[in-house]
Nanobody
Framework: QVQVVESGGGLVQAGGSLRVSCTVS????????TGWFRQAPGKEREFVAH????????RYGDSAKGRFTIARGDAENMVYLQMNSLKPEDTAVYYC?????????????WGQGTQVTVSS
């Protein structure tokens, strides 16, 4: 059973930076296509960023372009999201998601989420 676990959320002032990490484990493979979504109170879940299985391809939602970077960590099963120039509107629960390697379906597996709060 694939498990997705986020870490690194917290409170930061506007203009600051924060890194959240995601570890995917328990499946047949050592790495997965992985992405981040976020959901603010009263709003729908929003796509933030995605990185391919190989790490060679990334894409971003409009709110993340130019400020956020998704990348693979030193461990094969770890992905992080570096968030810079944070704004109060970035406040949300950030969810990591992994794709299914066999079917290509994304997202297929979800983490429990980590809270990111940006104060003004």
């Amino acid at each position: 059973q694939v498990q997705v676990v986020e870490s690194g959320g917290g409170l930061v002032q506007a203009g600051g930076s924060l890194r959240v990490s995601c570890t995917v484990s328990g499946g047949r493979f050592s790495r997965y296509a992985t992405g981040w979504f976020r959901q603010a109170p009263g709003k729908e879940r929003e796509f933030v960023a995605h990185i391919s299985w190989s790490g060679g391809s990334t894409r971003y939602g409009d709110s993340a372009k130019g400020r956020f970077t998704i990348a693979r960590g030193d461990a094969e099963n770890m992905v992080y999201l570096q968030m810079n120039s944070l704004k109060p509107e970035d406040t949300a629960v950030y969810y990591c998601a992994a794709g299914d390697y066999v079917s290509g379906r994304f997202p297929a597996y979800w983490g429990q989420g980590t809270q990111v709060t940006v104060s003004s």
